[in-house]
């Protein structure tokens, strides 16, 4: 059965249907409610939450565009809603942050999973912000709208995230670098 007839199947409240579509999706689902949840146990509750929310909209559906997509939109949308209940962000005054200020990171010394790792570190504040930008390709504007804050604010927080990771990199690859700020 293809994906096009789970999808209607799950339309006319299908209970294998959803279930077939939660073993295809749930473990790429997951690493995204990761990305954007402060521990495992609640990345669990997000995920199952997100699954909850796509059958509660999948009416909505329109075959345009690829159902990934549009599912994945809704996990990190409900990730980011219980997160803005939970924690206010640190807005910055200062909007002059310049895009060729913020540190690359790119270092072919480290592995991918430690990379996850020192990104998962990271204060949940610059953590959202780096994963929305870098990781899932979102533009400052939509990050400011999907977490009600300002432009200004996702790029300090991008550009501090950059900074704390890269720190890290040079002091695990064995470079020089100043003491973290954080």
Same mark, same amino acid.
């Given at each position: 059965?293809?994906?096009?007839?789970?999808?209607?199947?799950?339309?006319? %409240? !299908?209970?294998?249907?959803?279930?077939?579509?939660?073993?295809?999706?749930? @473990?790429?689902?997951?690493?995204?409610?990761?990305?954007?949840?402060?521990?495992?146990?609640?990345?669990?509750?997000?995920?199952?939450?997100?699954?909850?929310?796509?059958?509660?909209?999948?009416?909505?559906?329109?075959?345009?565009?690829?159902?990934?997509?549009?599912?994945?939109?809704?996990?990190?949308? %409900?990730?980011?809603?219980?997160?803005?209940?939970?924690?206010?962000?640190?807005?910055?005054?200062? !909007?002059?942050?310049?895009?060729?200020?913020? @540190?690359?990171?790119?270092?072919?010394?480290?592995?991918?999973?430690?990379?996850?790792?020192?990104?998962?570190?990271?204060?949940?504040?610059?953590?959202?912000?780096?994963?929305?930008?870098?990781? !899932?390709?979102?533009?400052?504007?939509?990050?400011?709208?999907?977490?009600?804050?300002?432009?200004?604010?996702?790029?300090? %927080?991008?550009?501090?995230?950059?900074?704390?990771?890269?720190?890290?990199?040079?002091?695990?690859?064995?470079?020089?670098?100043? @003491?973290?700020?954080?």
């Amino acid at each position: 059965m293809g994906l096009d007839q789970l999808i209607l199947d799950c339309k006319n %409240n !299908d209970a294998k249907a959803q279930e077939q579509i939660y073993r295809l999706f749930a @473990p790429k689902f997951f690493g995204v409610c990761l990305k954007y949840s402060t521990n495992y146990a609640e990345a669990e509750d997000n995920l199952q939450d997100g699954f909850i929310i796509i059958f509660k909209k999948i009416e909505q559906f329109q075959f345009k565009g690829s159902f990934e997509g549009w599912a994945k939109r809704i996990m990190i949308n %409900n990730a980011l809603q219980k997160y803005r209940t939970q924690v206010r962000f640190l807005e910055i005054v200062n !909007d002059n942050i310049i895009e060729d200020e913020i @540190p690359d990171i790119d270092n072919e010394d480290v592995s991918l999973d430690y990379l996850m790792q020192i990104i998962q570190e990271l204060p949940d504040r610059y953590r959202m912000v780096f994963n929305l930008y870098v990781l !899932d390709g979102y533009s400052h504007k939509e990050i400011a709208e999907m977490l009600g804050i300002t432009t200004g604010t996702t790029k300090s %927080n991008l550009a501090r995230a950059r900074m704390i990771l890269k720190e890290k990199i040079d002091q695990h690859t064995g470079k020089n670098t100043l @003491p973290s700020t954080q």
